[in-house]
């Protein structure tokens, strides 16, 4: 199996800052990496897939960037919504997941 | 507008058995594969089985000859009979839909999940 290693574990930032989430696959995957949000009893929502393409209907504040093994997923400017947990997940092969980063408001 | 709603989790003894449903609709569901996924506090999110347009099936190492992935597209259901269940099967499960690109796929839309719970 692909591992995902996500960094770091736990992030607290203010309002409007710049955030950055990175994730790291254990072998090459290409570009075949999408990033999901999940606020608390809700499902994973698709943000980013194939690394950088933005989903319908996801804010611009959102990008994602990388190939191969790395990858990152910015916040321009971080909004009170945005609280969430974020995972990666690749699917070069049967899907894997990172363990996820929790984003907390300073 | 696309809605996947599970159900048929609960509480099931160790040894027992389970089966999952999911109802989809707002979309051709016939087109689309289809994956379920697990959820748990201390393993976090962990795929469990596909199923193609054409019924091909593929399973997780850790379900794999326990589980049983099916669908009825004339009904557009999905399903995932689970037997012979473990302290270690006890998550929340959803269904997923699988955008494709190529053979690549990643799972646009998901249900709210449904809990299952292996306890004696």
């Known amino acids: 199996d692909i591992q995902l290693t996500q960094s770091p574990s736990t992030l607290s930032a203010s309002v409007g800052d710049r955030v950055t989430i990175t994730c790291r696959a254990s072998?090459?995957?290409?570009?075949?990496l999408a990033w999901f949000q999940q606020k608390p009893e809700k499902a994973p929502k698709l943000l980013i897939y194939?690394?950088?393409d933005l989903e319908n209907g996801v804010p611009s504040r959102f990008s994602g960037s990388g190939s191969g093994t790395e990858f990152t997923l910015t916040i321009s400017s971080l909004q009170p919504d945005d609280i969430a947990t974020y995972y990666c997940?690749?699917?070069?092969?049967?899907?894997?997941f990172g363990q996820g980063t929790k984003l907390e408001i300073k | 507008e696309v809605q996947l709603v599970e159900s048929g989790g609960g509480l099931v003894q160790p040894g027992g058995s389970l089966r999952l449903s999911c109802a989809a609709s707002?979309?051709?569901?016939?087109?689309?594969?289809m994956h379920w996924v697990r959820q748990t506090t201390g393993r976090g999110l962990e795929w469990v089985s596909v199923?193609?347009?054409?019924?091909?099936?593929h399973y997780a190492g850790s379900v794999e000859g326990r589980f049983t992935i099916s669908r009825e597209n004339a009904k557009n259901s999905l399903y995932l009979q689970m037997n012979s269940l473990t302290a270690g099967d006890t998550a929340v499960y959803y269904c997923?839909?699988?955008?494709?690109?190529?053979?690549?796929?990643?799972?646009?839309?998901w249900g709210q999940g449904t809990l299952v719970t292996v306890s004696s």
């Open positions: 997923a839909r699988v955008r494709k690109d190529g053979n690549k796929g990643t799972d646009d839309f």
């Open positions: 707002g979309f051709t569901f016939s087109n689309y594969d």
């Open positions: 072998q090459s995957i290409s570009s075949w």
């Open positions: 194939k690394a950088s």
């Open positions: 997940q690749q699917y070069d092969s049967f899907p894997t």
């Open positions: 199923i193609g347009t054409t019924g091909v099936t």
